[in-house]
């Protein structure tokens, strides 16, 4: 009985075991290492450390590992950890432009300063099942070293600016962004927060959304101006010291999306920015988000608002899968109070019935 | 026996001092929603993250903490939330309500009346009021802060035209102050009279959306209504039947498949109190049976 | 407020006038929306403000009724209690409250102005609640007497208007925003997505009701069998700004400004 009167303590003991034997599986079977997940469940850990807010690919694979692969569960794990730690400092931004490069795709030019890499994708991959993957292999695959290049890669966007073709950075930069972890979201939320919502939330929903507007419920008409996916340095400005200081390297995926505004009577036509960017390599995600992104900018350029994707509450108040699978899990609590109180109502409702009959 | 690797009642106390400050502005605006920059907890949104954040900024080493769910002190989440601050704040803990200092509840108030001594924090999924009918923060804010509650009893006239009554039986909304509407979270109706000038501070704590609201001691909690289809609580036939408490909220028990129920108090404490006083329901056996069969 | 009577002596009413407008503009960008526009409203007066789609008209409504802001100008409104306000530099609980109750707007899609699934009875007794209204009993039947003054069956009372056809959606509106006999109400085109069969009809319970409440009323229209029924003065307006103004009979029948002649040439005899 799930509701004993004198039940309750000993059934989440028992719970708590029967989880961790499920856990564990057959203990014939080795045990998954952190080392393991880590270093080839990479992509889980890089959704997981995105998602969970936390650059840290160690914890992620922890927390994979002891949420069982469940992604959702583990980034919730991450985040519940996240909350407790101190701030010792904020990094400055990081400089995108500068990344050591392991891809870097553009679709609006055929060739660019720093050309295509095409890097690590699954992208022409044929979907079969490798079969081989079955059995331990006796080597490990290896990769070719490309010549060293280090030929300028800079950014596309920033080639077009060249030309004022597109939009400037919209904010100031020296506005101080706000932080969604410290003050609560409030509406109208800035880009900055918007930002900082898509890249924690759900990467299924953010997909969604994206796919429904290109769909056409929404008004989006995007071009992957860039995705580049490599390292960046990180710095902070130690007080003490009062200049940047790296304080390591963070792997990221960036994309830009390009999209065509026509102008209105105050601005002639020119592009618009809407940006996506992830920990680690999620692709997929950080293209999702600039688009979402730049659908949620429909107010700024006096387009109509008429769908999810450009509806800055509906978004926002829904993208956090932390948030969402709480409150819908939160339905196996026990409601029966309220459900009494229904229960009260309806056969009183249908007493009254009965006697008009 | 505070867990190591984690401060007194799990959070930081920049976190705790956020949250005091929310607290503070929410007993100085009675019913008024104030946003705070809740936590991620361990345990998930909507199973009581508000709550224990409130608990959390408010507790103390000399507290003795009760838990309920449902009315009860057993349920598997009421037994979670004890145990997390048993282990991170080691207070004392305890299933009497006149022995509590801080009593965090989901969906009830205890039958046996608060006192000043005693502070009740509330489990709060949804904290609007207007939403029900506004789906909008921005509007809903608006709407509160211009006091155009017009709209709360559009949906009260719809019932009554539709139903002939007011059906909302539970988290029934409230006007706090002559001011605010508020929802008093999950409640039965049957509970709102008693949020009436309580002596106990009521704080409510609602954490995957992000907002605190209190009732101060005394204050004046109206449920709304018409003057023609004035506000009322749920009755029973019988009472309950193991305490034969006629005067208290009851949980329908089924007890086999032919359509068997038992009408029981929800709150679990008042019933045992009872029951030890000497106080019969029609199916129980006499107190001192069952304690000895234990 | 003599300076503001003087410039329209209508003989109406010896009060001072219950909306007087100056210098009010509204600029979208570098495009005018209106400008200069000025006038007074008596006690139980209905104004009509016509011109081509264009003409700003339907910008100065929405600028009066508060549903855009004004760039510029003055909207001096006297209150019920005898208090003269701005009401450009109101607060925006006043604006609210004033908006709720003594003023009523009566929008052209019936459906704006409307809650589409809560019950008729509910649409017409929500203004009457939120002015704190608070028996049942009353409330229905202030409800089901206006449904019947609007020709609503009152047995449609607990109907959603989702259901209802235009006309009768129209009319609900129209009791909604009566109700409260608010002393001043705008109209945008209210015949305007109606037959011509319902629009008459229409037109006559509009006329009958506004006179029975008493109620001061600006209706914008680029129809001018409309204006002509319904307004007893006409403010003619063209490219943002107001071309010519009087009493609607002078106007229509020897329109002074080229573009009134134009106007009321274009159409066949009304």
Request: aromatic share 6%; glycine share 8%; hydrophobic share 40%.
């Amino acid at each position: 009985m799930y509701v004993a009167v004198k039940g309750g303590e000993k059934a989440i003991d028992n719970a708590h075991a029967l989880l961790a034997e499920e856990r564990r599986g057959d203990p014939a079977v080795p045990e998954l290492s952190i080392a393991q997940i880590k270093e080839q469940m990479t992509l889980a850990v890089d959704r997981v450390m995105s998602e969970g807010s936390l650059y840290d690919a160690d914890l992620a694979a922890l927390a994979l590992k002891q949420a069982r692969g469940d992604a959702v569960e583990a980034i919730f794990l991450l985040r519940a950890y996240r909350t407790t730690l101190p701030r010792f400092a904020a990094s400055l931004p990081v400089d995108t432009a500068k990344m050591t490069i392991n891809r870097r795709i553009s679709a609006t030019f055929k060739d660019l300063p720093g050309g295509q890499v095409l890097g690590p994708t699954f992208d022409y991959t044929h979907r079969l099942l490798d079969f081989s993957l079955m059995a331990d292999a006796a080597e490990a695959p290896r990769a070719a070293a490309a010549p060293a290049d280090d030929a300028a890669m800079p950014r596309v966007v920033d080639i077009l600016n060249h030309e004022g073709l597109i939009e400037a950075d919209s904010a100031p930069a020296d506005a101080e962004p706000g932080d969604l972890t410290r003050e609560p979201l409030t509406f109208p939320a800035g880009r900055d927060l918007r930002l900082q919502n898509l890249a924690r939330g759900d990467e299924g929903f953010v997909l969604a959304l994206a796919y429904s507007s290109q769909r056409g419920f929404g008004n989006n008409h995007p071009f992957a101006g860039e995705i580049r996916l490599g390292g960046v340095e990180v710095e902070i400005v130690p007080e003490e010291l009062g200049f940047p200081i790296v304080i390591g390297e963070a792997e990221l995926t960036e994309c830009h999306m390009i999209t065509q505004f026509t102008g209105s009577k105050t601005q002639p036509p020119q592009f618009t920015r809407g940006y996506g960017l992830t920990f680690g390599r999620n692709e997929r995600k950080a293209m999702a988000m600039a688009i979402v992104d730049r659908s949620l900018r429909a107010g700024e350029f006096d387009e109509e608002r008429r769908f999810p994707a450009q509806d800055e509450e509906f978004v926002l108040g829904h993208s956090d899968n932390v948030e969402a699978s709480g409150f819908l899990q939160h339905l196996k609590l026990p409601h029966y109070v309220d459900f009494q109180g229904e229960l009260v109502n309806v056969r009183a409702l249908r007493a009254e019935a009965e006697t008009v009959r | 026996m505070s867990e190591t690797g984690y401060n007194f009642a799990y959070l930081d106390e920049q976190t705790k001092r956020m949250i005091r400050r929310a607290i503070l502005k929410a007993v100085a605006i009675p019913g008024y929603q104030v946003p705070f920059a809740g936590r991620e907890m361990p345990l998930p949104y909507g199973w009581g993250t508000g709550g224990i954040q409130v608990t959390a900024a408010v507790i103390g080493a000399d507290d003795t903490l009760k838990v309920i769910d449902q009315g009860a002190d057993d349920t598997t989440n009421a037994v979670s939330i004890r145990r997390f601050f048993q282990k991170t704040a080691g207070v004392d803990t305890t299933t009497e309500t006149a022995a509590a200092s801080l009593i965090q509840t989901r969906h009830r108030i205890p039958e046996e009346p608060l006192t000043e001594a005693q502070i009740l924090v509330y489990q709060v999924p949804i904290p609007e009021p207007l939403r029900w009918m506004e789906a909008r923060e921005s509007e809903t804010r608006k709407m509160h802060a211009l006091t155009e509650y017009g709209v709360m009893h559009v949906r009260l006239y719809e019932d009554i035209a539709h139903l002939g009554r007011i059906v909302k039986s539970y988290d029934y909304p409230v006007r706090v102050n002559g001011r605010y509407i508020m929802a008093p979270s999950p409640i039965p109706k049957f509970d709102n009279p008693k949020m009436d000038h309580m002596p106990a501070l009521q704080l409510f704590g609602a954490g995957r959306e992000k907002r605190i609201y209190a009732v101060p001691p005394y204050t004046s909690v109206v449920s709304l209504d018409f003057e023609d289809h004035p506000f009322e609580v749920q009755t029973w036939s019988d009472g309950c039947a193991l305490c034969g408490a006629t005067d208290s909220y009851l949980d329908e028990v089924v007890i086999d498949d032919k359509g068997g129920r038992m009408m029981v108090c929800s709150d679990t404490d008042y019933c045992e109190k009872r029951r030890a006083a000497g106080h019969l329901g029609p199916m129980s056996a006499p107190y001192a049976e069952t304690e000895a069969a234990r | 407020m003599n300076v503001l009577a003087a410039s329209f002596a209508p003989g109406l009413d010896p009060d001072p006038p219950l909306l007087a407008v100056r210098g009010l503009a509204k600029h979208y960008g570098t495009t005018l929306g209106c400008r200069d526009v000025a006038f007074d409203l008596w006690p139980g007066e209905v104004l009509g403000i016509v011109g081509e789609s264009g003409s700003g008209k339907t910008t100065l409504l929405n600028c009066l009724s508060a549903q855009i802001e004004a760039d510029a100008g003055e909207i001096l409104y006297r209150c019920r209690d005898g208090e003269e306000v701005d009401f450009r530099t109101l607060p925006e609980a006043r604006k609210r409250a004033l908006l709720r109750g003594e003023w009523g707007l009566v929008h052209q899609n019936p459906r704006d102005g409307l809650r589409l699934r809560v019950s008729a009875g509910a649409n017409i007794g929500e203004r009457l609640m939120a002015q704190g209204a608070r028996h049942y009993g009353g409330i229905r039947g202030e409800a089901t007497g206006w449904l019947t003054r609007v020709e609503i069956d009152a047995a449609r009372t607990d109907d959603l208007p989702l259901h209802f056809s235009g006309g009768m959606q129209q009319r609900l509106q129209i009791a909604r925003t009566l109700v409260t006999q608010p002393r001043l109400v705008f109209m945008d085109e209210p015949t305007g997505g109606l037959d011509v069969s319902v629009q008459a009809r229409l037109l006559d319970l509009i006329r009958g009701l506004v006179d029975e409440v008493g109620a001061s009323c600006i209706v914008v229209t680029h129809d001018l069998a409309v204006a002509r029924l319904l307004a007893h003065r006409l403010m003619v307006m063209k490219a943002g700004c107001v071309v010519e103004q009087g009493l609607t009979d002078q106007v229509l029948d020897d329109p002074h400004h080229p573009y009134t002649q134009l106007l009321v040439s274009s159409v066949l005899q009304v």
